[in-house]
């Protein structure tokens, strides 16, 4: 018994000594490197504990469980009263930042120092679509019917789970050992289930299409045109192009949906966006709504801008230990003034943010699929604009972000429209 005590503590005195270690080394590693780019000093989150900032870490997780993340973010920024500051996170250093300044240089000038997530691959796919059954059918040359067939909706929710549990696992960071969550696993299995599966008939038609056309004959089917056929021309490796793919699929799902979820959420608190829209939609009388059309409509596209600032979605701008932080930034009353927090597309007319108000984050890693989504959010909205006269929200209810991947509203979407 006093063996197992002694040996317990010895084992903690030696994790604490090695932590210390670890905690002056990364210490003077980083003032070294600090001084060299002749860099500032960052102010510094004080917690009550400064070994592995628990402290920090349990406000965080209390945070995310009760849907405060994000007002939570608000006051600890007010807090450390600057738009940087760092932070020990598990006794690793981490920055939170919401100045553009930092986004700028992760995104552009800096952006290879700054890593990848775990969750991306550094892919070169191509052009990506949006929304679970628009994207399967585009991914795989198959719709999902998940609307119509509700049986084939199991994978997308498999994948509303898998998103879920990124999020947590991002958040344990080094605790991830600790944390085994099988609905996760079992909810990853099936989604790679699913794709292997449309690999692996891929990888079958390719081969008929070879025997085919060594015997010259014609085939009778029609070519394939989605990008698992064109990426499996190129590349053999099963497991590679499930990653490929699960690149474009993880990004894609949570993400257009959301953002046209919260256009509707915003405009029916504000009967006077909707009607200036309708007024801009309606001058188009019958003109096909091609993709100039609806690149052209000023004042829905100021919509689409300010639902962007004001309820971010989306991925998280994230290096190894710099965070920044959109949502803040794009309420910031520095830039926007201040009258930051209330949705008012009007103030597109005249705002040039650049590099303060990044949706779609920017440089080379910019979302691919950014001109796609801004299209199909301005299309949605001009269907419904053009068959509804008015908008009334049918709940009190604020927005309250829960995270995802990227935040949604707990208290959904709740709307009416009349005819008209
Ligand atoms: C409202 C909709 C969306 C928003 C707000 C959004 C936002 C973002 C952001 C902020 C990034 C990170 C950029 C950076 O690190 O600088 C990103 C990356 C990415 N997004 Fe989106 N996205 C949306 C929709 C989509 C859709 C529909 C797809 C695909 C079908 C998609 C595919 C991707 C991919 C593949 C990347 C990784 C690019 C790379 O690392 O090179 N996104 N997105
Ligand atoms: C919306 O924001 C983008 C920046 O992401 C900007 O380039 C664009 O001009 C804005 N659109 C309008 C209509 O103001
Ligand atoms: C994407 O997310 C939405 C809502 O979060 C979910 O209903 C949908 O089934 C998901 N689709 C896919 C393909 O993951």
């Known amino acids: 018994m006093t063996q197992i005590f002694a040996y317990t503590v010895t084992l903690g005195c030696v994790t604490i000594l090695l932590s210390l270690c670890r905690v002056v080394y990364n210490r003077i590693h980083y003032i070294t490197q600090r001084n060299a780019r002749g860099c500032g000093v960052i102010k510094k989150y004080r917690g009550y504990d400064p070994i592995l900032g628990l402290d920090f870490v349990l406000a965080m997780k209390s945070a995310l469980n009760e849907h405060r993340w994000l007002p939570w973010q608000k006051e600890i920024f007010a807090a450390q009263n600057s738009k940087t500051f760092e932070a020990n996170f598990f006794g690793s250093r981490m920055i939170y930042s919401s100045e553009s300044e930092n986004v700028k240089a992760m995104s552009t000038s800096h952006w290879k120092e700054f890593g990848l997530q775990p969750i991306r691959y550094d892919n070169g796919v191509a052009q990506p679509f949006a929304g679970p059954d628009t994207s399967t059918e585009f991914l795989f040359g198959e719709s999902l019917n998940s609307l119509t067939h509700p049986e084939k909706a199991e994978v997308a929710w498999a994948m509303v789970e898998v998103m879920r549990g990124i999020r947590v696992r991002l958040q344990m960071s080094k605790l991830l050992f600790l944390h085994h969550d099988k609905k996760w696993l079992d909810a990853v299995a099936l989604v790679h289930r699913f794709i292997d599966n449309h690999i692996e ?220």
């Open 201 to 420: 008939t891929t990888f079958e038609q390719l081969d008929e299409r070879k025997v085919e056309q060594k015997d010259s004959k014609s085939s009778s089917e029609e070519e394939r045109t989605d990008l698992l056929w064109d990426m499996a021309k190129q590349l053999p490796d099963k497991l590679a192009l499930r990653s490929q793919i699960l690149a474009v699929f993880v990004p894609s799902n949570d993400t257009t949906s959301i953002h046209i979820a919260n256009i509707f959420f915003a405009l029916a608190r504000h009967p006077h966006a909707w009607a200036k829209c309708r007024e801009e939609i309606l001058a188009l009388r019958s003109a096909p709504l091609t993709f100039e059309v609806l690149r052209g409509l000023k004042y829905v596209n100021w919509v689409l801008n300010e639902t962007h600032r004001l309820y971010p979605n989306g991925i998280q701008m994230k290096g190894d230990i710099v965070h920044c932080n959109r949502y803040l930034m794009h309420r910031d009353p520095d830039t926007w003034g201040e009258d930051a927090e209330e949705f008012r597309p009007e103030r597109w007319e005249e705002i040039r943010p650049l590099w303060r108000f990044v949706p779609f984050g920017g440089g080379p890693r910019i979302c691919p699929a950014h001109i796609l989504v801004a299209t199909e959010a301005a299309y949605v909205l001009v269907r419904f604009v053009q068959r509804f006269k008015d908008i009334e929200a049918r709940d009190e209810k604020p927005y309250t972000a829960v995270m995802r991947i990227g935040p949604s509203n707990l208290n959904g979407v709740k709307i009416g429209l009349v005819a008209n």
